[in-house]
């Protein structure tokens, strides 16, 4: 079979199970057991594959059917730019996560040196986004997974930023050294009745608790001894959480002003408080 008539077929048999972006999904698949680059997979659509291929592509695509992400099969994911290693020990970066990095980026910059902290970093997506595009920043990233942050390690060195990110091992602020100018924070916010049966990612970095939200009111608990003055917060939300953070934030001494950004299609996802 060649490269085109397999790069249809894997497309028909997922969008067949109904599966999003099947289109894509069956390029990062073909383009994961053949090892082609975008552009050496289309020069190579009237070229055969290799038997041994294409059963390695076969028991791919039944890992796919079977409800695993693409993402985890691959042990890749986009996120801000840039390609990070992920596994069953991270949580996949979502595209609206983005937004977080743009504000943090826009705050970012206004300082000469600034100390930032990412907290519950998982893969490292956004600490290694920010250390990317701030070359001067100092940045702290904790996790209480020790296994989430092997693999922030191996995306730090990918993207040579292991030098100005410490990787601390720890529950939420508490591992932190030093005050931070700016947290950012993608803490579990799934309620637990919500958590989808047999998902493949973390319950660790999904279950928010019986509204979404125990993890993020504990780390408003620590925030304030954790911040300097004039610092920032940011902290990604889930449908339908906007009024209760806020309320939560608003109810910390010195949070000065609540900003809420919204996402692509809408959903208010960012919340950023800043602190006198």
Not at 109 to 118: E, G, L, N
Not at 255 to 272: F, Q
């Amino acid at each position: 079979m060649i490269h085109r008539d397999c790069l249809n077929q894997t497309r028909n048999v997922l969008s067949g199970s109904n599966i999003d972006d099947a289109s894509l999904e069956s390029e990062l698949l073909v383009r994961h057991v053949t090892g082609h680059s975008r552009v050496q997979l289309y020069q190579n659509l009237e070229v055969e594959l290799p038997e041994d291929v294409w059963e390695r592509l076969q028991q791919v695509i039944s890992r796919r059917l079977q409800g695993e992400p693409s993402a985890y099969i691959t042990g890749n994911r986009e996120f801000y730019g840039l390609d990070f290693y992920v596994n069953r020990n991270v949580l996949i970066p979502r595209p609206e996560t983005e937004h977080l990095v743009d504000k943090a980026l826009e705050l970012g910059r206004s300082y000469t040196r600034p100390i930032i902290a990412d907290i519950g970093t998982g893969s490292g997506a956004i600490a290694v986004s920010l250390a990317v595009n701030l070359p001067k920043a100092e940045i702290i990233a904790t996790d209480i997974s020790f296994e989430a942050l092997k693999t922030a390690d191996i995306n730090c060195h990918r993207h040579n930023v292991n030098d100005r990110i410490t990787l601390l091992c720890g529950n939420l602020l508490e591992p932190l050294p030093q005050k931070a100018d700016i947290i950012t924070a993608n803490l579990p916010y799934v309620k637990k009745e919500d958590i989808p049966q047999g998902s493949c990612e973390p319950r660790l970095a999904l279950d928010g608790g019986e509204d979404g939200l125990d993890i993020i009111r504990l780390l408003c608990s620590q925030v304030e001894n954790r911040i300097n003055t004039g610092g920032y917060l940011l902290l990604e939300i889930g449908l339908g959480q906007k009024n209760a953070v806020v309320d939560l934030l608003k109810g910390i001494a010195s949070v000065k002003d609540v900003e809420v950004i919204p996402d692509l299609s809408g959903i208010d996802r960012i919340v950023c408080a800043s602190f006198r």
